[in-house]
Protein backbone atom coordinates (compact mmCIF):
# COMPACT_ATOMS: atom_id res chain seq x y z
CA UNK A 1 0.00 0.00 0.00
CA UNK A 2 3.09 2.49 0.32
CA UNK A 3 3.22 2.36 -3.69
CA UNK A 4 -0.39 4.48 -3.07
CA UNK A 5 -0.80 5.81 0.19
CA UNK A 6 1.23 7.84 2.70
CA UNK A 7 -0.89 7.91 5.08
CA UNK A 8 -1.14 4.88 7.45
CA UNK A 9 -5.01 3.77 7.63
CA UNK A 10 -6.53 5.46 4.33
CA UNK A 11 -9.84 6.64 3.34
CA UNK A 12 -11.56 5.78 0.28
CA UNK A 13 -14.79 7.80 -0.66
CA UNK A 14 -17.02 6.11 -3.25
CA UNK A 15 -18.10 7.91 -6.62
CA UNK A 16 -21.38 6.23 -7.38
CA UNK A 17 -21.12 7.40 -11.26
CA UNK A 18 -25.18 8.52 -12.33
CA UNK A 19 -26.76 6.18 -14.73
CA UNK A 20 -24.49 5.26 -17.36
CA UNK A 21 -26.32 5.06 -21.62
CA UNK A 22 -27.88 2.39 -22.60
CA UNK A 23 -29.16 1.40 -18.87
CA UNK A 24 -33.08 1.26 -17.93
CA UNK A 25 -32.21 4.92 -15.63
CA UNK A 26 -29.87 6.98 -17.98
CA UNK A 27 -31.61 10.64 -18.35
CA UNK A 28 -27.65 12.19 -18.46
CA UNK A 29 -25.45 12.85 -20.87
CA UNK A 30 -21.85 11.72 -20.14
CA UNK A 31 -20.42 15.39 -19.94
CA UNK A 32 -23.15 15.61 -17.56
CA UNK A 33 -22.22 12.65 -15.12
CA UNK A 34 -18.51 13.46 -15.56
CA UNK A 35 -18.89 16.96 -14.47
CA UNK A 36 -21.31 15.25 -11.30
CA UNK A 37 -17.99 12.94 -10.82
CA UNK A 38 -15.58 15.62 -10.83
CA UNK A 39 -17.23 17.59 -8.23
CA UNK A 40 -17.45 14.73 -5.89
CA UNK A 41 -13.77 14.11 -6.61
CA UNK A 42 -13.08 17.90 -5.74
CA UNK A 43 -14.88 17.68 -2.76
CA UNK A 44 -13.37 14.35 -1.58
CA UNK A 45 -9.91 16.03 -2.53
CA UNK A 46 -10.07 19.44 -0.44
CA UNK A 47 -11.66 17.05 2.31
CA UNK A 48 -7.93 15.49 2.80
CA UNK A 49 -9.83 11.88 1.75
CA UNK A 50 -6.87 9.55 0.64
CA UNK A 51 -8.61 8.22 -2.03
CA UNK A 52 -11.36 7.55 -4.46
CA UNK A 53 -13.11 4.61 -6.28
CA UNK A 54 -15.86 5.01 -8.78
CA UNK A 55 -18.17 2.32 -9.49
CA UNK A 56 -21.63 2.46 -11.70
CA UNK A 57 -24.17 1.75 -8.74
CA UNK A 58 -26.34 3.33 -11.00
CA UNK A 59 -26.96 1.01 -13.31
CA UNK A 60 -29.77 -1.17 -11.70
CA UNK A 61 -30.33 -4.49 -13.06
CA UNK A 62 -26.92 -5.12 -13.69
CA UNK A 63 -25.38 -7.45 -16.30
CA UNK A 64 -23.89 -10.33 -15.02
CA UNK A 65 -19.65 -10.27 -15.81
CA UNK A 66 -19.42 -8.34 -18.84
CA UNK A 67 -20.73 -4.54 -20.00
CA UNK A 68 -21.14 -3.65 -23.26
CA UNK A 69 -18.53 -0.69 -24.77
CA UNK A 70 -20.49 2.27 -24.11
CA UNK A 71 -20.27 1.56 -20.75
CA UNK A 72 -16.81 1.06 -20.66
CA UNK A 73 -16.08 4.30 -22.69
CA UNK A 74 -18.32 6.32 -20.63
CA UNK A 75 -16.57 4.95 -17.57
CA UNK A 76 -13.22 5.76 -19.11
CA UNK A 77 -13.82 9.20 -19.91
CA UNK A 78 -15.03 9.77 -15.91
CA UNK A 79 -12.54 8.02 -14.39
CA UNK A 80 -9.89 10.04 -16.49
CA UNK A 81 -11.49 12.97 -15.62
CA UNK A 82 -12.11 12.21 -11.87
CA UNK A 83 -8.38 11.17 -11.89
CA UNK A 84 -6.90 14.20 -13.35
CA UNK A 85 -8.49 16.55 -10.66
CA UNK A 86 -8.39 14.50 -7.47
CA UNK A 87 -4.84 13.68 -7.97
CA UNK A 88 -5.09 10.97 -5.44
CA UNK A 89 -4.99 7.37 -5.78
CA UNK A 90 -8.33 5.94 -7.66
CA UNK A 91 -9.60 2.47 -8.13
CA UNK A 92 -13.08 1.47 -10.29
CA UNK A 93 -15.75 -0.75 -9.79
CA UNK A 94 -17.91 -2.22 -13.03
CA UNK A 95 -21.34 -4.10 -11.83
CA UNK A 96 -21.92 -6.74 -11.33
CA UNK A 97 -18.39 -8.62 -11.82
CA UNK A 98 -17.13 -7.05 -15.38
CA UNK A 99 -13.67 -7.19 -13.79
CA UNK A 100 -12.20 -7.32 -17.20
CA UNK A 101 -13.42 -4.38 -18.71
CA UNK A 102 -13.08 -2.33 -15.23
CA UNK A 103 -8.95 -3.58 -15.76
CA UNK A 104 -9.49 -2.23 -19.51
CA UNK A 105 -11.21 1.11 -18.28
CA UNK A 106 -8.42 1.39 -15.30
CA UNK A 107 -5.34 0.84 -17.49
CA UNK A 108 -6.85 3.41 -20.03
CA UNK A 109 -7.54 5.94 -17.49
CA UNK A 110 -4.06 5.90 -15.53
CA UNK A 111 -6.51 4.57 -12.28
CA UNK A 112 -5.09 2.91 -9.46
CA UNK A 113 -6.58 -0.71 -9.02
CA UNK A 114 -10.09 -2.32 -9.63
CA UNK A 115 -12.56 -3.52 -7.51
CA UNK A 116 -13.08 -7.10 -8.13
CA UNK A 117 -16.34 -9.18 -7.20
CA UNK A 118 -15.52 -13.03 -7.82
CA UNK A 119 -11.95 -13.21 -7.82
CA UNK A 120 -11.58 -16.71 -5.91
CA UNK A 121 -14.71 -19.08 -5.52
CA UNK A 122 -18.04 -18.75 -7.10
CA UNK A 123 -21.46 -17.10 -5.08
CA UNK A 124 -25.08 -16.71 -6.29
CA UNK A 125 -25.58 -12.91 -6.68
CA UNK A 126 -28.86 -10.89 -7.26
CA UNK A 127 -27.79 -11.28 -10.84
CA UNK A 128 -26.99 -15.40 -11.29
CA UNK A 129 -24.03 -17.35 -10.82
CA UNK A 130 -20.38 -15.50 -10.64
CA UNK A 131 -17.53 -17.38 -11.11
CA UNK A 132 -13.96 -16.87 -9.82
CA UNK A 133 -12.12 -14.97 -12.29
CA UNK A 134 -8.63 -14.68 -11.49
CA UNK A 135 -7.11 -16.66 -13.51
CA UNK A 136 -8.35 -14.82 -16.98
CA UNK A 137 -8.30 -11.22 -15.27
CA UNK A 138 -4.69 -11.73 -14.52
CA UNK A 139 -3.87 -12.58 -17.61
CA UNK A 140 -5.69 -10.56 -19.36
CA UNK A 141 -3.88 -7.95 -17.32
CA UNK A 142 -0.44 -9.29 -18.35
CA UNK A 143 -1.69 -9.10 -22.07
CA UNK A 144 -2.40 -5.08 -21.91
CA UNK A 145 0.85 -4.04 -19.95
CA UNK A 146 -1.54 -3.30 -17.06
CA UNK A 147 0.54 -4.55 -14.26
CA UNK A 148 0.61 -1.44 -12.25
CA UNK A 149 -2.96 -2.18 -11.98
CA UNK A 150 -3.86 -3.55 -8.50
CA UNK A 151 -6.51 -5.88 -7.74
CA UNK A 152 -8.47 -5.72 -4.35
CA UNK A 153 -11.12 -8.71 -3.89
CA UNK A 154 -14.16 -8.73 -2.44
CA UNK A 155 -14.46 -12.04 0.07
CA UNK A 156 -18.02 -13.46 0.62
CA UNK A 157 -19.28 -10.30 -0.94
CA UNK A 158 -22.50 -8.74 0.04
CA UNK A 159 -25.83 -8.93 -1.65
CA UNK A 160 -25.01 -12.26 -2.68
CA UNK A 161 -25.60 -15.77 -1.31
CA UNK A 162 -22.81 -17.84 -0.62
CA UNK A 163 -24.21 -21.47 0.70
CA UNK A 164 -22.07 -23.03 -2.34
CA UNK A 165 -19.03 -22.46 -0.33
CA UNK A 166 -20.35 -22.39 3.64
CA UNK A 167 -17.63 -25.20 4.25
CA UNK A 168 -14.95 -22.67 3.02
CA UNK A 169 -14.47 -19.99 5.92
CA UNK A 170 -13.64 -15.86 5.01
CA UNK A 171 -10.33 -16.70 6.30
CA UNK A 172 -9.38 -19.77 3.65
CA UNK A 173 -11.19 -17.58 1.24
CA UNK A 174 -8.86 -14.46 1.99
CA UNK A 175 -5.90 -17.25 1.61
CA UNK A 176 -6.87 -17.84 -1.56
CA UNK A 177 -6.66 -14.86 -2.96
CA UNK A 178 -3.26 -14.25 -1.59
CA UNK A 179 -2.80 -17.58 -3.45
CA UNK A 180 -4.27 -16.36 -6.77
CA UNK A 181 -2.12 -13.05 -6.40
CA UNK A 182 -4.32 -10.53 -5.36
CA UNK A 183 -3.27 -7.07 -4.15
CA UNK A 184 -5.83 -6.65 -1.52
CA UNK A 185 -8.77 -7.93 0.26
CA UNK A 186 -11.94 -6.10 0.92
CA UNK A 187 -14.55 -6.96 3.71
CA UNK A 188 -17.89 -6.29 3.62
CA UNK A 189 -21.48 -6.09 5.53
CA UNK A 190 -24.11 -8.67 4.35
CA UNK A 191 -25.90 -5.62 2.38
CA UNK A 192 -24.97 -2.11 1.46
CA UNK A 193 -24.65 0.58 4.46
CA UNK A 194 -24.12 -2.85 7.02
CA UNK A 195 -20.79 -2.40 8.52
CA UNK A 196 -18.62 -6.09 8.93
CA UNK A 197 -18.31 -8.34 12.01
CA UNK A 198 -15.58 -7.20 13.71
CA UNK A 199 -14.46 -11.35 14.22
CA UNK A 200 -14.91 -11.79 10.21
CA UNK A 201 -11.68 -9.35 9.95
CA UNK A 202 -10.14 -10.64 12.54
CA UNK A 203 -10.09 -13.83 10.57
CA UNK A 204 -9.32 -12.39 7.27
CA UNK A 205 -6.22 -10.80 8.95
CA UNK A 206 -5.08 -14.29 10.30
CA UNK A 207 -5.35 -16.11 7.52
CA UNK A 208 -3.53 -13.73 5.07
CA UNK A 209 -0.74 -11.14 4.33
CA UNK A 210 -2.65 -8.88 1.95
CA UNK A 211 -4.20 -5.79 3.10
CA UNK A 212 -7.26 -5.86 4.37
CA UNK A 213 -10.11 -2.70 3.64
CA UNK A 214 -13.58 -3.04 4.98
CA UNK A 215 -15.91 -2.00 2.11
CA UNK A 216 -19.14 -1.60 3.92
CA UNK A 217 -21.08 0.33 6.99
CA UNK A 218 -18.10 2.07 8.26
CA UNK A 219 -19.24 5.76 10.04
CA UNK A 220 -17.61 8.27 12.04
CA UNK A 221 -19.69 6.06 15.23
CA UNK A 222 -18.06 2.86 14.38
CA UNK A 223 -14.75 3.57 12.81
CA UNK A 224 -12.64 3.34 16.00
CA UNK A 225 -13.86 0.11 17.02
CA UNK A 226 -12.34 -1.42 13.55
CA UNK A 227 -9.26 0.96 13.45
CA UNK A 228 -6.81 -1.52 14.96
CA UNK A 229 -7.83 -4.73 12.80
CA UNK A 230 -8.62 -3.17 8.93
CA UNK A 231 -5.51 -1.96 7.20
CA UNK A 232 -8.16 0.86 5.24
CA UNK A 233 -11.52 1.87 4.62
CA UNK A 234 -13.73 2.08 1.79
CA UNK A 235 -16.77 4.47 2.69
CA UNK A 236 -19.69 5.47 0.33
CA UNK A 237 -23.20 5.65 1.91
CA UNK A 238 -22.14 7.38 5.56
CA UNK A 239 -20.58 10.24 3.18
CA UNK A 240 -23.70 10.88 1.28
CA UNK A 241 -26.78 13.21 2.30
CA UNK A 242 -28.52 11.41 5.08
CA UNK A 243 -26.41 8.03 4.91
CA UNK A 244 -27.95 6.95 1.32
CA UNK A 245 -25.61 6.10 -1.48
CA UNK A 246 -28.06 7.23 -4.06
CA UNK A 247 -27.51 11.12 -2.97
CA UNK A 248 -24.80 13.62 -4.03
CA UNK A 249 -21.55 13.86 -0.95
CA UNK A 250 -22.19 15.57 2.02
CA UNK A 251 -18.92 17.40 2.77
CA UNK A 252 -20.40 17.89 6.43
CA UNK A 253 -20.02 14.29 6.69
CA UNK A 254 -16.93 13.73 5.46
CA UNK A 255 -15.49 16.13 8.19
CA UNK A 256 -17.30 14.53 10.67
CA UNK A 257 -15.61 11.04 9.89
CA UNK A 258 -12.54 13.16 8.95
CA UNK A 259 -12.20 14.38 12.22
CA UNK A 260 -12.48 11.45 14.50
CA UNK A 261 -9.88 9.32 12.23
CA UNK A 262 -7.35 12.22 12.97
CA UNK A 263 -7.87 12.02 16.48
CA UNK A 264 -7.12 7.92 16.11
CA UNK A 265 -4.15 8.31 13.63
CA UNK A 266 -2.77 11.01 16.65
CA UNK A 267 -3.42 8.47 19.65
CA UNK A 268 -2.32 5.06 17.74
CA UNK A 269 -0.12 5.94 14.90
Same mark, same amino acid.
Given at each position: ?80 ? &? !? =???? #? $? %? ?6 ? /???? *? ?100 ? &? !? =???? #? $? %? ?6 ? /???? *? ?45
Amino acid at each position: MSTLFSQAKPILGMIHVGALPGTPASTQSVATLMAQAVAEARLYRNSSIDGIVIENMHDVPYLRGTVGPEIVAAMTIIGQA &V !K =AEAN #L $P %VGIQILAG /ANLE *AMAVAHAAGLDFIRAEGFVFAHVADEGIIESSAAKLLRYRKLIGAERVQVWADVKKKHSSHAITADIGLGATAEAVEFMRGDAVIVTGSVTGDAPQKSDVAE &V !K =AHCH #L $P %VFLGSGIE /AENI *AQFYDVADGFIIGSYFKTDGNWRNPVDPYRIEMLTKVTAQLHAVKG
